[in-house]
Structures are given as structure tokens and as C-alpha cells.
């Protein structure tokens, strides 16, 4: 079994009691990223960090360096927000990045402010995050009497100030253009696109960089041990180490650290250090490898390797780098029910198949769970799906199994019309029996 | 209900210059709001309006929108139990059903002591420590019904106070901005040369 022996790069802090204060971030290095940064000019750290290879640990997997070189030329003021509005169901490893090592994300988000010219930054963090904002406060207000943020930082000439912002509870503020929207005093509604991406217009329609919180945790680490030695971490497409949480039924739930590429799911959900297991010893029945978005995989998908370009033509995607397990006492029904409900409960309402789509989707599976359901219910809930993330389902094979229709073709302004869909597929394709049962006998087999 | 109060107002003073664009304090008034009063209520609504110069209607417009926003009274003590996928994988819905049980309330009412009002919520991110739920916020995580009933019985005694305040106090630390260390650059929309720095 290949656990990797990689050293963590951003969870170091995690078992500290004082890793969150500004004297115990001092103790060990903390800081001295950002003194070499600055001596280095922007420039050259823009350079370390294509150099590094830091695909975007929030979900789209978008190399950060690409992301901060599609700002446009000569536009200022440019700004720069940090995206912690975590909320992706299975995810929880930007919480425990904000609560244990605020100065962290701190460090790579001036650093980075300080590489893309930034006029201003903001930091969003969920609402319903009460320890991770207390965190950050106390971190800023730490920072700022210290000269690392605000004016002349580090005696240097360049300024940038940070504020703190926090949301209200709204999962699809996790989009960057509705967290935007947010952030101007908006309801969180995704913006129409083009442009792709906040780049080109964002915050008040200027250049805005919207990075998420691990992605920018390990920008310090890169400043001072440089981009190759970040890239060397991983494989080629999947470089360095990221953050996975690990729940549902595996004997240790948990957020680890793990090295890209090399890892497997497998090694996740089975090596002692890890998941240590299915619980009781029961058997696999699949896995959400990315999130509540993600397609499910399969028990004979396992030995597929943590990389992005691995899982993608899988038929899923990493995602937010969350991975809930289901053993076989799992209802699929219901699992796919709840996730559905998930959906329609935080569509914004913008796009009408996501906010008509989904609703029905829901009530469609609560009458199967419910004793009501009627054998034509599982075509309609292809059919409503089709309407929302267009087909064919299911996706022409894939080595001889077949897939969920993926990537998710949408008609929608963002992917979360899509993501109501992907639940159905991915339990109608291998579990239909499951749904007869709850048609045809009224109950579960699993109750 | 109230207005903001004159303490709530002047903290509401020193947010709304920390963006370039006033309307970027709506969501962190409305906390202002939510704060003081444990809900958001109408007049507090219309006092935001004027401090952003927005209509109320604007305000509500974006106040609706996100399910922290409590356009009625509260109880003292929100209680969220999260039954979404790694929770009900654990027993989340278990849980619900059992702390509906133990306060004599379904999901999204308030006992009629005003003291608690449970909810059925979304991930709330803590899905490697499931069953979990949160207080005005704050977690309560790998929770037993044993242990959500001792909760309920502290928070109703009073012995959880300093763990768990009222609700609508999220952070209780607040940033504080030396005028000396504010740089303004974002404020003022001014550009950053490039290469400025000595």
C-alpha cells in the first residue's frame, strides 16, 4: 500500500495549541514568506507559483498561477478575495485551515495581493463559521499591529489592507461570481458568463482574483522552498500535497494531508493511517470522491489514483477533495434523495431548470422513499435530469462500464443545476433495483 | 423592536468606509442588526437603508436571501442539526428526531419558553466528526443523544454561557483598524504602480 511519505506542507499546525496565535506562527517560519517575497518583487513570485503548479484546491481545479495571469494588463485597482465559504457537502478542510493557522492563509494572501498588484483584499468566510472568524479577527488585528498588513508592511513601501467579511448562509456563494455579488451587498447569485472568469471583471467589475483558502495556504511554502520543489511533490499533473476529508463509513474519519497523484482512494479509505477501513468490516458499496457534486464511483474504481486528470475521465471529478464512503448498508435511494434535497433547497432560484428542476426532483424521490412511487418515476427523474445537465445517459462506456454523463453539460448559468442531477444518474445506473423495491413493495431493504 | 442603537450605529460607521463601495456592509450591518436584537426587524432595516442610502426594500431584497437572516424573534439558542449526506450516514437524522423529541418541538419551531428553536441544516463542514450540530454557531461535534441532552439542560441552566452567547453574535472578536496602519488604497480605488515597492 503506498501511503506517502511526503512531510505535510499546510496541516503542520494543526495538533499546536498556540498554532493560531501570532507568537507560535513566528516560532516556526512563520512570516519570513512574506519578508522574502517582498525582497524578491512581484514578478519573481508569480514566476515560483506557475513554476509550482498549484491547481485550485476549491473544486474547479484551476491552476492558480494561470488564474492570476489572465488579469488583464494595466487595469487597476485590482482586488484580491479569499473564498472560505466553505459549504460543499463531505467538505471540511478550509475550516480547520482558518480555525488552526489563520496566519497561513494570511501569509499566502498578502503574498499573493503582493504578486498580482492588489489594491485591496477580502477575506469571506462562511457565516455559520464562528471559531474560523474569532480566529481570523484575532489574527488580523495581530498582523496589522504588527506591520505585516496595512501600511508600509515590513518597512517595505507597499501597502495593502485586509478586511474580514463574513456571509449569511448560502451555499451557492461558494461561486465565485455569486460570492462576489455577495461581497457588493448582492443576493449570492451567480453572474451570466462571459467573462469566465472574475479575472477580467469582478469586484465592482474591476480585475479580481478569488482564490480558495488551501489553494492559498500553500503559497508560503512555495515562496520559501521555491515552485519546483512544490511541483517534484505528486506527479506531473497533480502536484503537491492536498487536504482530503475523509467521512462517512470508514473506521477514522478524518482530514488528511496526502501527497497528489500517488495516493490512492484506497489508500485513503483502507491504510491504518488513514480510513483504516470500512466499519464493521462491511463491504464498499461506492464513493463520493469530490464532493456532493460529484458522480459516484464504484468498489472496482478504488485503485484510481488522487489526481484530477485520473478522475476525470473516470467519470467524476476531485472536486472540493472530499470523499464520503457508503458501505452496503446504505439506502441509495435515500442517499441521492438527501442529496437532491441539498440542491434544491440551495438553488438561488436564477436559472428556471435548476429552480423548477430540482424542486421536482425532490418531491419525486420523497414519494419513492415514501411508498408512492410509480415505475415511470425513474424515466421522469432521467427525463427532468435531461432538462437540467443534457444527456445521453447512460455515458457511452467507459473500459466497459458504463458512466454518468460527465463532464456535466449544463443549462445553467452554473454547475449546480448539474449537480442535482448527478446523485440521480449516479445511483439509477447502479442501484435501479433499489428504486423497483421502493416502488413495487413500498419499503426498504435496508430498514 | 429597535432601531440601531447608538453603539451598533457607530460600529456600523466604522465598517462601512473599510469597503470602496458602501453597499459592500449590507451583509455585515445586517450581522450589526442580528446582533443587537437577535433578529433583524424592521426598523433595523430601515436603519441600514439610510446608512448605505439604499431603500429598505433593497435591504430586505438582500437580507431574504441568506437563511442566516431571521426576519422573526428567535429563540435564545438556535440549535442546527446537520442531516445531510456524512451525517446521515451516522445518524443524523436520528439525532434530529431525538432532539425533537427531547424539546417538544419539529424542525424550525421555538419552544414556547423563547429559549430554543431547532433547525434541520445543510453541511455545516464538520462531516468527519458526524452527527454533529451547532449552537448560535458554535459546534458540538461526534455527539451521543446523551450528550446533545446534557447540552439542552446546561444551555437551559445557564452553565454554557461563555462556549455558546445569544444568538446573533457571531464573532466575538471584532477587526479594529489603527488609523495610522490603514493604508486606503482599496477605499480610495486608487491603482498600485507597479513595482513600488523601495
Known sequence: MAVSNAAPIISTRFAADDGHTLAGYEASRGYTALRKALGMGP??????????????????????????????????????????????PGTCKDRPLMEHDPHQLLEGLLISCFAVRAAQAFVYVRGE??????????????????GYVGRDIMGSGWSIDVVLHWGAGAYIVGEETALIESLEGQRGMPRLKPPYFPAAKGLYLQPTVVNNVETLSNIPWIVLQGGAAFAALGTEKAAGTRLFALSGHVRRPGVYEVEMGTTTFRDLVEAP?????????????????????????????????LDASVVGPAGSMLGSGAVIVMDDTTCAVRAAWRLVKFFAHESCGKCTPCREGGAWLEKILRRIIDGHGREEDIELLLDVGDNISPGPFPHPPLDGQPGVPFPFKQTTICPLGPSTVSPIHSSILRFRDEYLIHIKEGGCRHD | MARLSAESEELARTIIPRYPRSRSALIPLLHVAQEQDGWVSPEAIAHIAELLDLTPVEVLGTCSFYGMFKLHPVGRYVVGVCTNISCLL??????????????????GATTDDGMFTLEDVECIAACTDAPCLQVNYRYFLNLTHEQADALFDDLRAGRRGDEVPEHGTLTRVRQRIASERWSGHGAEGLPVPPGQVR
Open chain 1, 43 to 88: 514578478d519573481a513570485v508569480l514566476e515560483e507559483v506557475k513554476a509550482a503548479n498549484l491547481q485550485g484546491r476549491g473544486g474547479a481545479g484551476f491552476p492558480a498561477g494561470a488564474k492570476w495571469g489572465f488579469l488583464p494588463k494595466d487595469v487597476f485597482p485590482r482586488y484580491f478575495v479569499v473564498n472560505g465559504d466553505e459549504s460543499e
Open chain 2, 90 to 107: 451516522l445518524g443524523g437524522e436520528e439525532l434530529l428526531a431525538h432532539c425533537e423529541a427531547r424539546l417538544g418541538i419539529k424542525a
Open chain 1, 129 to 146: 463559521m464562528a471559531l474560523a472568524q474569532e480566529r481570523l479577527a484575532t489574527a488580523l488585528n495581530e498582523a496589522y499591529a504588527a
Open chain 1, 273 to 305: 493511517v488513514y480510513g483504516g477501513g470500512i466499519r464493521h468490516g462491511n463491504g464498499l458499496k461506492a464513493f463520493i470522491p469530490g464532493g456532493a457534486s460529484a458522480p459516484w464511483l464504484y468498489p472496482e474504481q478504488l485503485d484510481l489514483a
